[in-house]
């Protein structure tokens, strides 16, 4: 079906066969389609769905590919993530599944330098973090805010990376923990007060 449908011009292969795209004509067509078949939020929240379980494991792989690979597995998804947390956050979203995404996602913001826009979507899910929210989510959350903020706001950013190596720490994954810790002492270096960096 695939191959048909590119054979007809009507998805687009990326050069390396493992991403496919629409035309932009093709894709309003397919949208005013599913807006008439009344199917537009069942699309929209699989789709998010789908997001969310492709960066799960962008958080490890993050600290454990070497940066070429980890962006092109997941930088090409950009527009994707902008799209399914501005419907997840939006008022007819599920915030549960944006605040996973937004965790997951997160190493992103820093590899595509756009702080910015990071620490705005960052704070949109820290805001809506409730006691049925996983604490490993609140924890990619807080680490990658505490990245994200760094020099613009020292005391916020420490905050953040201190909240996050204390649910590290809960969760008993020392790695990470340890990754926030250094994080904690390369700030307070930053900031003349080395001598006040927690021990590991």
Not at 36 to 63: K, M, N, S, V, Y
Not at 139 to 154: F, I, K
Not at 158 to 175: F, I, K, P
């Amino acid at each position: 079906v695939l191959i048909g449908l590119i054979e007809q011009s009507l998805i687009v292969a990326d050069i390396d066969g493992d991403r496919y795209r629409m035309l932009e004509t093709v894709r309003a067509y397919a949208q005013e389609k599913l807006v008439e078949a009344g199917a537009t939020d069942a699309i929209t929240r699989r789709h998010a769905q789908h997001l969310r379980d492709r960066f799960e494991r962008a958080p490890d792989d993050w600290l454990r590919l070497p940066d070429m690979d980890w962006r092109r597995t997941y930088a090409p998804e950009l527009d994707n993530v902008r799209a399914a947390l501005d419907w997840a956050f939006g008022s007819e979203g599920d915030s549960a599944i944006g605040v996973a995404l937004a965790a997951a996602s997160g190493p992103l913001w820093m590899e595509l330098s756009l702080p910015v826009e990071g620490r705005r979507r960052l704070e949109d899910a820290v805001a809506l973090i409730g006691a049925q929210t996983p604490e490993v989510d609140q924890a990619r959350l807080w680490l990658c805010l505490g990245m994200l903020v760094g020099e613009a706001n020292p005391a916020r950013s420490m905050a953040a990376t201190e909240r996050a190596c204390e649910l590290y720490r809960g969760l008993g994954d020392a790695t990470r923990c340890g990754f926030s810790l250094v994080l904690l002492g390369d700030m307070l270096a930053k900031m003349g007060r080395a001598e006040q960096a927690p021990a590991i």
